[in-house]
């Protein structure tokens, strides 16, 4: 079990797509706050108290689903970061049953679909965010992919418990 620390689900990227966001994670993100890999993030914050429910939801969704298809379009403005920006449909159709079987249970941030996305680079100054933004827009090729499964994590302040990883496979 999860302690008191809130619960996290993110959706598995490929390997491939997994281990190059994350080596741009490393290369730009601010190494002082750079305690976490490269991760696309469903829900923030769900009650510790719900992990047997969020285990049962996530199991029966990786069981009845195939892998979801994505896209990688391109560069995401954060402000003062970067991030890879990502359209799936399907995605976000799961991620409402999710929210849905999750009612009451949801931070204000979890009420509303995500954008999704792979932080590359957070709290820096705009004129570096822009800098990585331009050089990235120029060598960023859209292509698809398909997210592997569903990720459960535990927050404890800054680095996270990885829980558990459910594979689509129906």
Request: charged content about 25%.
């Amino acid at each position: 079990m999860a302690d008191l620390a809130p619960l996290i689900i993110t959706a598995e990227m490929p390997e491939d797509m997994y281990s190059w966001a994350n080596q741009l994670r490393q290369d730009h993100f601010p190494p002082e706050r750079n305690y976490l890999k490269a991760h696309v993030t469903l829900f923030h914050a769900l009650p510790p108290s719900s992990e047997s429910e969020v285990r049962d939801c996530l199991a029966g969704l990786a069981r009845d689903n195939p892998p979801v298809p994505a896209r990688l379009e391109g560069v995401m403005k954060l402000g003062k970061g970067t991030a890879l920006q990502i359209s799936s449909p399907a995605m976000l159709a799961l991620w409402e049953e999710m929210a849905d079987r999750f009612h009451g249970l949801l931070i204000p941030q979890d009420m509303h679909a995500p954008r999704l996305h792979v932080t590359v680079q957070n709290k820096v100054s705009i004129e570096e965010a822009r800098a990585l933004q331009a050089e990235l827009a120029a060598r960023i090729i859209p292509r698809d992919f398909t997210f592997r499964g569903l990720e459960l994590h535990a927050y404890r302040g800054g680095p996270w418990d990885f829980i558990k990883r459910w594979r689509f496979r129906g």
